[in-house]
């Protein structure tokens, strides 16, 4: 392919080639006879070695091949002669060029017609040279081997030193490639490094390589990520279209294809054995497969990196929405707060607004029954009755609504005291009763019960709203209230190994005195499926038992949060037909 380039003067063109010119591989002929000059240059006039011909150097003296190889140091083989301006100038060249100049792949010929000046086992053991011949003997067919032998050995220790260098240069290079980046850097890079490589050594080792593209699919959309070279504005150039759409076909058929032009090579850029894109290079006519491979090393180290580069955006990305999500959360928590706060002092609010005008109408009820006692007018009785029940049902209700809003307010108070339980008892037993009509209410003390220290009120109010729930949810059966007390008793492992919950969760674990109240009725039990939530606020057996029995559905929530605020809990089994059993387990001495 020809490209037409323009020059400062817009009316003149230059044309060119992409196929690059290989240099010629360097020769030094150092002699101070100028007919070997003639004879070595007319026998190597038509010599080619690896499609590259020679490049002959000459120097007269050692002294002129010094200066020659200070000012080119790409110099393949050298053929130098002993004695030239000194018996020893050849020795004391390859000296300079092994110790001095530090040139250890260029391949040193000595060419003597004085063996005897220069023995050569003396020299060859004493001096770093690859060859020693007689110029007698150093005849046209023999200088084409020796001269091919020298530039083969030449040719492989560049390649195993260009080598070395890019190895190096892939291990150099991956660490940068693992820096977090945008895609559009990233690519940048992965391009500027392998055209890097290709133009590795003192010779450019793989080839002149400057112009090329990486091409990648992003949802079936094929992006031009980076451009070098010619390629630098990718947007501008006219043939980018077309090697687009090469690059496509070996994306999106998965298979390689012939590139546009000769001499061009596309590199598949694959993850998980899933092409992911291509890397377009022109002027890669000198790459052998060893070449290749080496610049495959690199490709699959961008890969690599890609992947990781990939999976680092994708986690920036989701990061950055649950941060999102959490800020908005964290919001919509505060909302539901303030809402929850506002709610809870409402109800407090309105609580205490309508307890002052019931305990009015409970008070006047009650006086009105005592008047109608005194004028006779007993027929009224039922219906004042019937009004003071109303009246205190709804005081209950407002109670338990003042109660949950501390409750949910954080603003629960414990007021402290010792009692006795076997009066706790009695006085609750006293209250329930006259709710137990039509059941057997059955109390049972094991042992001696003693003083507790705790919120005597709230413990009565979980009592008694385990009783009165069982006696709602019974009809003509039993209730029976069993009240223990354990001291670090076997007897409270047996107990809790009863209970639904976990007595690892109590607050006081290490309390070894406990009391233990248990009320199991022979009612409706409580379905499996409603058990876990029981303790739920508004919660009862189903809605058909609150329609039925009627509640707030506080009552086991309220029971729960105190026992929990006075370390204890509660806890319930059932067998739904038969009955249940609820247990508060609470600590006799609160530390």
Not at 567 to 583: C, D, H, L, M
């Amino acid at each position: 392919m020809k490209l037409i380039r323009k020059t400062k003067d817009k009316n003149k063109t230059v044309t060119g080639s992409t196929k690059p010119q290989r240099p010629a591989w360097k020769i030094l002929i150092v002699d101070d006879e100028a007919d070997i000059h003639a004879m070595t240059r007319l026998a190597l006039e038509h010599f080619e070695f690896a499609g590259k011909k020679l490049e002959l150097l000459q120097a007269m003296s050692g002294i002129e091949a010094r200066e020659i190889l200070r000012a080119e140091p790409e110099i393949a083989v050298a053929l130098i002669d002993v004695v030239m301006e000194t018996d020893e100038a050849g020795l004391q060249l390859v000296d300079f060029i092994r110790n001095e100049l530090k040139y250890s792949m260029i391949r040193l010929i000595i060419r003597t017609g004085q063996p005897g000046m220069a023995p050569e086992k003396e020299v060859i053991e004493r001096y770093d040279v690859d060859d020693y011949k007689d110029k007698t003997d150093l005849t046209i067919e023999k200088l084409y081997t020796t001269m091919r032998l020298a530039l083969k050995s030449y040719r492989d220790l560049l390649i195993l030193n260009t080598n070395r260098q890019a190895l190096t240069k892939i291990l150099d290079a991956a660490p940068e490639l693992y820096h977090p980046k945008s895609i559009k850097q990233f690519f940048d890079g992965v391009l500027n490094q392998i055209i890097g490589l290709c133009n590795l050594g003192e010779t450019g080792f793989i080839s002149a390589i400057s112009s090329g593209l990486v091409v990648t699919t992003n949802d079936d959309q094929i992006v031009v990520q980076a451009g070098t070279g010619r390629f630098v504005n990718p947007d501008t150039n006219s043939e980018v279209e077309k090697i687009i759409k090469t690059c496509s076909k070996s994306i999106l058929e998965k298979k390689p294809h012939e590139p546009l032009h000769s001499g061009a090579i596309l590199i598949p850029l694959t993850v998980h054995n899933n092409l992911r894109g291509c890397i377009y290079l022109e002027d890669s006519q000198s790459l052998n497969e060893a070449d290749k491979n080496l610049i495959n090393i690199m490709v699959n180290q961008c890969a690599s990196a890609l992947e990781n580069l990939q999976l680092y955006h994708e986690l920036k990305r989701a990061n950055h929405e649950t941060s999102q999500m959490l800020a908005l959360s964290e919001q919509a928590s505060k909302m539901a707060n303030a809402a929850n706060r506002a709610k809870s002092t409402f109800l407090a609010n309105m609580s205490h607004e309508l307890r002052t005008p019931l305990n009015a109408i409970i008070g006047y009820s009650d006086l009105i029954q005592e008047d109608a006692v005194d004028y006779g007018c007993e027929g009224l009785l039922p219906d004042l009755e019937k009004i003071q029940v109303a009246g205190k049902q709804l005081l209950n209700i407002i109670s338990d609504i003042l109660d949950i809003s501390k409750i949910e307010a954080d603003k629960l108070e414990l007021h402290l005291s010792e009692f006795s339980v076997k009066h706790l008892i009695e006085e609750v037993t006293t209250t329930i009763q006259p709710l137990v009509t039509g059941n057997q209410l059955n109390v049972e003390c094991s042992g001696e019960l003693g003083i507790m220290y705790a919120d005597n009120q709230k413990v009565k109010q979980i009592l008694l709203n385990l009783l009165s729930n069982a006696a709602k949810f019974t009809q003509q059966g039993t209730i029976d209230f069993i009240i223990t007390r354990h001291i670090n008793s076997p007897a409270v492992k047996e107990l809790d190994n009863q209970n639904t919950l976990d007595s690892s969760s109590l607050t006081h674990p290490n309390s070894s005195d406990w009391l233990y109240f248990q009320v199991a009725d022979s009612g409706v039990g409580i379905a499996p499926d409603k058990l876990k939530g029981i303790f739920d606020p508004f919660i009862q057996g189903d809605d058909s038992t609150t329609r039925q029995f009627g509640g707030t559905g506080l009552g086991l929530t309220i029971s729960r949060h105190f026992c929990q605020a006075m370390g204890g809990e509660i806890s319930v089994s059932s067998t739904f037909g038969k009955g249940a059993t609820f247990t508060v387990k609470l600590p006799a001495n609160r530390h």
